[in-house]
């Protein structure tokens, strides 16, 4: 090779690729073509050409034009790719790639990645609206849905607490907020904060509510424990 072919692409520098693209772009569902073409625009974003054509980038691939405007119009589908818009010195209106929506794809699906591992009794709000009405058999008023963010909001009864306290109203065949609100006040005022100890708080109770019926009334059938009539 001669000398002058070889300053020459020396003289073109070299291309730092973070191996998060390597790493996480099949996590992102992007596949190799598209994935390629993404590499190539970082390899111009990072050599100063903020705005490449798909005829320049097809240049450097295998891809037609078409194949390119294809990608490029997918990977911004899948906001990994964003086009932005600035102004140079002169006032001038001008148009670049930006891979920033990449990273912050990449950071999150690495902090869900890392996250805690979810308890098995926990639900979010939205899992929490639909059991009420799944229960209920219809659709929440929004006055119950206030109660619902209420309890959770205000008083802080934890999504599992509030679940919990909803099975043992369908237990007892009362089913409506007042009880189920009465049920979450007699757990917080014996210091009950998880699921497990309400079922042991609420056993309890059954147990000794089975004994005043068994000395009372031997043959009546036992009657569920009734949270309004709480000492």
Not at 196 to 220: I, L, M, V, W, Y
Request: proline share 5%.
């Amino acid at each position: 090779m001669e000398r002058d072919v070889m300053i020459k692409l020396l003289e073109k520098g070299h291309v730092s690729i973070p191996v998060v693209f390597l790493d996480y772009y099949d996590a992102l569902g992007i596949n190799e073509k598209d994935m390629m073409l993404l590499l190539h625009i970082h390899r111009f974003v990072q050599q100063g050409h903020t705005f490449p054509t798909p005829e320049q980038l097809a240049q450097k691939m295998t891809l037609t034009v078409n194949n390119c405007q294809e990608a490029i119009g997918r990977l911004l589908k899948r906001g990994v790719l964003r086009l932005e818009q600035s102004e140079d010195d002169n006032g001038v209106m001008y148009e670049t790639y930006s891979l920033g929506p990449f990273y912050e794809k990449v950071v999150a699906y690495l902090e869900a990645e890392h996250a805690p591992e979810k308890n098995k009794n926990d639900i979010d709000a939205g899992e929490l609206y639909r059991l009420f009405e799944n229960e209920f058999g219809r659709p929440l008023s929004p006055m119950e849905g206030e109660t619902l963010a209420m309890w959770i909001d205000q008083d802080h009864y934890t999504y599992s607490l509030v679940q919990a306290a909803l099975r043992e109203a369908v237990i007892s065949g009362k089913l409506n907020l007042r009880y189920i609100d009465r049920i979450l006040f007699e757990w917080q005022k014996n210091g009950i904060k998880t699921p497990e100890e309400a079922d042991a708080f609420s056993e309890k109770f059954r147990q000794k509510q089975r004994g005043k019926s068994t000395k009372e009334q031997p043959t009546r059938p036992y009657p569920n424990y009734n949270w309004l009539e709480a000492d």
